[in-house]
């Protein structure tokens, strides 16, 4: 179709493009207009296929989950919470856990077998959920303030479905350096575990990177597609099924809001974009008046309808890695992907 498409039109060279824009600039130096992302990385104000290698599309489908946030202090208040954002389009739901729980009370007429429930333990909770797992079907990821490799595997190897190694980057870290910052975490751990007789396709699935993303909306999505891009080479050197990558967990940085309630409903639309058009698998989005005082039932509700709408109206859940082929994106990709490849290869 393409070629009907274009077979009228002249093929024109980057050579042509270039001409044409010295012309347009009038004296003005073309450099002028790179842009320097981080120290070593700068980028043309353009690019065309003859800059951008063909790459199979990271994925076939883009299907996402979409999380919220609930911090359990209190065990019906938090089950009422969950109850009602569930009824409202969350289907993977984080509980961030700051006190031992009852398990019974906490997920009292909540369907486990039908969600992804995401656990962020900092109250050693694991002996009484392994329990309670036990008799119920769970799926999602459970970390662990404290959790040392050995826990974590065992309490994977009881609940196969679970992601149990949940590696992380500082949210202030430049892109490379975030990127760089997850793939050494799961080499070592992929290492750490292999010296211990697991192997290292196990580990793989096990883990599970989660993604801090901020304003710098082609910057997060060449971040979570440079992930999977370096990972992938990994699991390459390793003899893994480069196919099977693990899940990438995405959340707003804190400094991507500010005091401006309703700019940030806006920008988590912006943010939240970025990050299914990048790959994302699960997408938690921050009410915008998070950071100021406790979220209201009205941004709670916008900050869910976003994910609603780019799925529901914009399909984007239905093709896969959408960025694929954008010169600009594959180039931003490539150079975020060799930067932190470089930084990971002088951490170890």
């Not at 709408?309 to 082929?325: F, I, N, T, W």
Request: glycine fraction near 4%.
């Amino acid at each position: 179709m393409s070629n009907k498409l274009f077979a009228d039109f002249p093929t024109i060279s980057k050579t042509a493009w270039l001409a044409k824009v010295e012309k347009d600039l009038k004296g003005k130096a073309l450099s002028e207009l790179e842009w320097q992302l981080e120290e070593n990385i700068r980028l043309a104000p353009f690019y065309t296929a003859e800059d951008t290698a063909k790459r199979t599309a990271f994925q076939e489908g883009n299907a996402w989950q979409i999380g919220e946030d609930i911090v359990v202090t209190d065990e019906k208040a938090a089950n009422k919470q969950l109850l009602q954002v569930l009824a409202q389009g969350v289907d993977a739901p984080r509980l961030i856990l700051e006190k031992n729980c009852d398990w019974a009370i906490l997920l009292q007429g909540v369907h486990t077998e039908m969600i992804a429930l995401h656990i962020w333990d900092k109250a050693a909770n694991q002996a009484s959920f392994q329990s309670y797992a036990a008799a119920h079907k769970v799926n999602g990821s459970y970390q662990q303030a404290t959790a040392d490799l050995g826990s974590a595997l065992a309490l994977n190897a009881s609940f196969p479905k679970l992601k149990t190694l949940v590696v992380t980057h500082r949210p202030e870290a430049t892109a490379s350096d975030a990127v760089a910052e997850l793939i050494m975490q799961a080499k070592t751990l992929l290492e750490e575990a292999m010296e211990k007789g697991t192997d290292s396709k196990t580990i793989n699935e096990v883990l599970q990177f989660q993604v801090h993303i901020g304003k710098q909306y082609f910057v997060a999505i060449a971040m979570i597609r440079a992930i999977k891009l370096l990972w992938a080479n990994v699991l390459k050197v390793y003899k893994v099924d480069a196919t099977n990558l693990p899940p990438i967990d995405v959340y707003i940085a804190p400094t991507a809001y500010d005091d401006a309630t309703y700019t940030n409903m806006i920008r988590a639309s912006s943010i939240g974009l970025s990050a299914v058009v990048g790959g994302a698998n699960r997408l938690t989005l921050l009410p915008a008046n998070a950071l100021q005082e406790e979220a209201s039932e009205f941004t709670g509700r916008i900050a869910r309808n976003v994910q609603h709408l780019l799925k529901m109206e914009s399909y984007l859940d239905r093709v896969g890695d959408p960025a694929a082929g954008s010169y600009y994106i594959e180039q931003l990709t490539d150079a975020l992907a060799e930067e932190a490849w470089k930084k990971f290869q002088n951490r170890k």
